[in-house]
């Protein structure tokens, strides 16, 4: 999938992009990445019938030492950490770039990338179980799911950082 904003010739993109830049493109693309992979889940509950997961909550909840105690409280939790996880895997991803790992083998490396963010806070947490005790069909599901993040930000980092 090569064209503008993909390639995956070695090598800085800039030398005078400031870091800063580098920061808010993957900060942008993470919440991007994000917004597409929410669009997925969506998609796929419809189909599924499988419910919302509030592990990211249950996680932040753990982090901040926090407890909700609402609906619109756990919901809240969930959406800032499953937005603010996006975007900060979205800095990893655009500093990726800047340094010449783009394209779809970049792709390929951010989807562990993004697994290994979850998987690390989730279980440090204890909110989390490992992904090879989970049932076969929500150990691909969650790949899937994961893969639209990493290939929609990989896509808008590489695009917005390439010139």
């Known amino acids: 999938?090569?064209?503008p904003g993909r390639s995956t010739t070695?090598?800085?993109v800039t030398s005078s992009l400031p870091i800063s830049s580098v920061i808010?493109?993957?900060l942008g693309a993470g919440l991007v990445g994000v917004t597409m992979m929410t669009l997925a889940e969506k998609s796929e509950q419809l189909l599924t019938s499988r419910p919302n997961s509030y592990v990211p909550a249950r996680t932040l909840e753990r982090l901040i030492s926090v407890r909700a105690s609402t609906d619109t409280q756990l919901?809240?939790?969930n959406m800032a950490m499953?937005?603010?996880q996006g975007a900060?895997?979205?800095v990893i991803r655009a500093l990726m770039s800047w340094n010449g790992i783009r394209g779809?083998?970049?792709d390929l490396i951010f989807v562990g990338v993004r697994l290994l963010i979850d998987q690390t806070l989730e279980n440090w947490t204890g909110v989390g179980a490992p992904p090879w005790t989970w049932p076969v069909d929500e150990q691909i599901l969650d790949i899937l799911h994961k893969t639209v993040f990493a290939v929609t930000t990989g896509w808008a980092v590489d695009r917005w950082l390439v010139t």
Do not use: D, E, I, V
């Open 24 to 26: 808010f493109y993957g």
């Open 10 to 12: 070695p090598g800085r």
């Open 1 to 3: 999938m090569s064209g």
């Open 104 to 106: 779809p083998f970049a």
């Open 82 to 84: 499953h937005y603010g």
């Open 75 to 77: 919901w809240g939790l």
């Open 88 to 90: 900060a895997a979205g």
